[in-house]
């Protein structure tokens, strides 16, 4: 099956700092999202990003489906960033089932 | 105001009894899902369904069952064959099961704790 890997696998900021969180996945894909789960466990949906650029305030995502992978930029981060991200990918003809990758853990301190 | 719901929040169960969790959505999606999430990893798909009354396996179906009898509602057993139940559980849907994928929500999950 397809393969989805995260790096780095941890992370440790501090406040104000930015980053950049990549995800290589290793077959061709129609749907990608990025989630954040908070420290409860709550899948908090950032992008939904098949191909190209989406920004939402600090954060933006970029998706280049033809080399495989997309990347997560995390600006001026902030405490409440700490967290796990994951992308999830959906293999077409799969009736949506997402593949998740396994995480980079965030934290975010003063 | 519109979402998924998912109870209880936690639930403890003795060995050798099946529980069901409930997920129950407001959104008029017509796929829902059901994963699975052990400590530091990513989800796994239990079981799916695109349509009422009709659903699939997903890569770790086994020891687990479902029914989906109403399009908002895809509630999920944990049968007493699952050899290692415990753990977070999260619901999910999307309104768009076809061709072009839609973007799938999640609910706030279920822990679930067998001892």
């Known amino acids: 099956g397809i393969q989805v890997e995260q790096s780095p696998p941890d992370l440790i900021l501090q406040e104000g700092a930015n980053s950049t969180l990549r995800c290589n996945f290793s077959d061709s894909v129609n749907n990608l999202q990025w989630f954040h789960q908070n420290p409860w466990g709550q899948l908090i949906n950032l992008f939904y990003?098949?191909?190209g650029t989406k920004q939402n305030g600090r954060l933006s995502a970029t998706t280049v489906a033809t080399e495989r992978y997309s990347l997560l930029y995390i600006s001026s981060s902030q405490t409440t960033d700490s967290g796990v991200y994951f992308c999830?990918?959906?293999?077409?003809?799969?009736?949506?089932?997402?593949?998740f990758g396994t995480g980079t853990r965030l934290q975010v301190t003063l | 105001d519109g979402g998924i719901t998912q109870s209880p929040k936690y639930l403890f169960r003795k060995e050798g009894q099946n529980v069901t969790l409930s997920c129950e959505q407001n959104l008029n999606h017509d796929a829902m899902y059901w994963y699975r999430q052990d400590p530091g990893q990513g989800l796994r798909l239990i079981y799916y369904?695109?349509?009422?009354?009709?659903?699939q396996k997903g890569d770790i179906a086994e020891g687990y069952s479902v029914s989906r009898e109403k399009k908002e509602s895809f509630p999920l057993t944990v049968t007493s064959a699952q050899k290692n139940p415990t753990a977070f559980y999260l619901c999910?849907?999307?309104?768009?099961?076809?061709?072009?994928?839609?973007?799938?929500?999640f609910g706030p999950g279920t822990r679930l704790t067998v001892t």
């Open positions: 369904s695109q349509i009422v009354n009709d659903f």
């Open positions: 999830a990918v959906v293999i077409p003809g799969t009736a949506s089932k997402l593949t």
């Open positions: 999910a849907s999307t309104d768009q099961p076809g061709p072009v994928p839609s973007e799938q929500y």
């Open positions: 990003i098949p191909s």
